[in-house]
Structures are given as structure tokens and as C-alpha cells.
């Protein structure tokens, strides 16, 4: 599978990825070697996020974590994420952003029931569902963070439709996430038409390419231990590796990769020009 068809395939092939990739995923390379799904960022002077001694090992996906979540002021706060994967992110942000609750969502059962046992914190809470049909009350939620995940929803505009129904006015929409080339122009044009207004757009191919490169032998030894070696190429192809599919596409300028803060307005109709 090439980087171009991972991103880029019919919205019924990204679905059953979805529904049966990730928990094979989850059992295959056990979870509790892989809190984390996203493929991280650093910065150039390094980030030097201060972190505890048992987040290092996951320092860079953390960062882009931070980084992302820190677009606005999680404190006491009503958070969700959607897209949870193995619940590294929503343990780090309920641990150090002190928000009042954290709820994670995703469509991986598999994955949810791990996140249960291996994150056992007060008012972090993990709920199996799709994101295209939010199982949340209109106005739930003071943020709604988004890593890494959105590219395999086969209707994006419908995604950012649940987000603003279980936002609150005032509420913030905290993305990153990416796409081929060939895919830009819709991608732009669906956050364009988002019910809510564009406060903040960066590219980050650079950031995360740098994190890439440091966790690339971490992301081999896993794949060497627990994935059979008649997979390891696809596996290489769809992590984080140095010279990967994935790496080169983001290298070379095929793949872009952006951060996004959106907030959804307190009244009246959005405004849709960018602020920051």
C-alpha cells in the first residue's frame, strides 16, 4: 500500500480500515508498548517539553500532543477527543492540562477496552463510537481535540458537523491532521465551510518529520518483535520510520501535514477568516 492510496482510498475501504485495521493493530503490536498513534513533533531549537521520567519514552508524540491541545486554555475545562487510539494522549493532557473531564472516543472497541484498564485516572473517562454520529448531547463540550485520525473518516464535512453540534458557544475545535497533494483542495475547501471560525493554520511537515526521525528506531524495534516479518514492509510503510513511505511523502511535499484551531462562535453567524 502506497502513501498515496493510505489517504486518499474510497470512503468504504478507509471505513473497514478503520472498523478491523486498528484492532488488529492493538493486538498485534500490544498496546502497552504503543500508548501512543500519532507520529510526533519536535521543534528546531528541541521542544524540551518538561515531562515525567515514565513519558520520555513517548516524549515526541507527546509534544504534538502539547502542542496541539495547548491552542487554548484546557484548565477546568469539559474535553473529547476523538479518535483516542491507545489513550496516551488523553492520559497526558487529564495528568498535566488539569482539565475537569476528559472523555476519549473512538471506533476501536479493542483499543477502548485497553484504554479502560491501562488509565485509570478520575473524570478521564473512554467511550466506544464513530465520530460521524458523536453518541453526546448538542453542547457537551468546552474543546474537542483531533490527532492524526480524521483522514480515515469517509465524511469529513459530516465529522466537523458533530464537532460543532457538541461544542459550546465559545468552544474550541483543536485538529492536526494530513493529506496527499492531490486531496489539499477538498480538504481546504470542507474546513473553509466548518460552522465555525479559523483562528490558527499551521503547516508542520518539518516538526513532524524531525520527530519521525527520532523515534524511527524505537517504531523498528517494535515492528521487529512483534510483527511477523512477511508484514514488515507494510508496517514500515505505515509507521513512522526514517525513509518510509510515510517519511517521504511528507519530505518531498506529496503529503501535508497542518495544525488547526478553530472556535465555535458565542453567537451569530461564523466568521471564517483567521484571527492568528
Known amino acids: 500500500m502506497t502513501v498515496t492510496n493510505r489517504l486518499i482510498t ?3 475501504v478507509e471505513k473497514l480500515k478503520t472498523k478491523y485495521g486498528y484492532p488488529l493493530a492493538t493486538r498485534l503490536l500490544r498496546a502497552d508498548e504503543l500508548l501512543f498513534l500519532n507520529y510526533g513533533y519536535e521543534e528546531d531549537p528541541p521542544m524540551a517539553l518538561p515531562l515525567a521520567e515514565s513519558d520520555e519514552p513517548n516524549r515526541f508524540c507527546i509534544q ?4 496541539v491541545a495547548t491552542q487554548a486554555n484546557l484548565t477546568g475545562k469539559e474535553v473529547l477527543e476523538v479518535g483516542c487510539g491507545h489513550g496516551g494522549g488523553a492520559s497526558y493532557l487529564m495528568r498535566t492540562l488539569q482539565p475537569d473531564s ?15 484498564k491501562r488509565h485509570n485516572l478520575p473524570r478521564l473517562r473512554f467511550v466506544q463510537g464513530d465520530a460521524e454520529n458523536l453518541p453526546f448531547a448538542d453542547q457537551s463540550f468546552d474543546a474537542v481535540i483531533n490527532v492524526e485520525s480524521s483522514h480515515c ?19 474550541h475545535f483543536l485538529y492536526t491532521d494530513l493529506r496527499h497533494r492531490i486531496s489539499i483542495p477538498e480538504w481546504e475547501a470542507t474546513l473553509a465551510d466548518a460552522p465555525m471560525r479559523l483562528t490558527a493554520e499551521e503547516a508542520i511537515n518539518g516538526e513532524v518529520l524531525r ?20 508484514l514488515h514492509g507494510l508496517a514500515r510503510a505505515q509507521t513512522g520510520v526514517q525513509g518510509g513511505k510515510t517519511y517521504r511523502g511528507l519530505q518531498s511535499g506529496e503529503l501535508s501535514y497542518r495544525m488547526y484551531c478553530f472556535a465555535k462562535p458565542s453567537g451569530g453567524v461564523p466568521d471564517a477568516s483567521p484571527t492568528g
Not at 504534538?64 to 502542542?67: A, E, I, M, N, T
Request: aromatic share 12%; hydrophobic share 40%.
Open 64 to 67: 504534538q500532543y502539547h502542542r
Open 102 to 116: 476528559y472523555t476519549g472516543l473512538d471506533l476501536n472497541q479493542a483499543g477502548i477496552d485497553f484504554c479502560r
Open 10 to 12: 474510497s470512503p468504504l
Open 153 to 171: 473518516y469517509p465524511t469529513f464535512s459530516r465529522f466537523l458537523a458533530e464537532v460543532a453540534r457538541v461544542l459550546r458557544p465559545g468552544g
Open 211 to 230: 520527530a519521525m526521525e527520532k523515534n524511527s528506531q524505537q517504531w523498528l524495534d517494535l515492528i521487529d518483535r512483534r510483527v511477523p516479518a512477511l
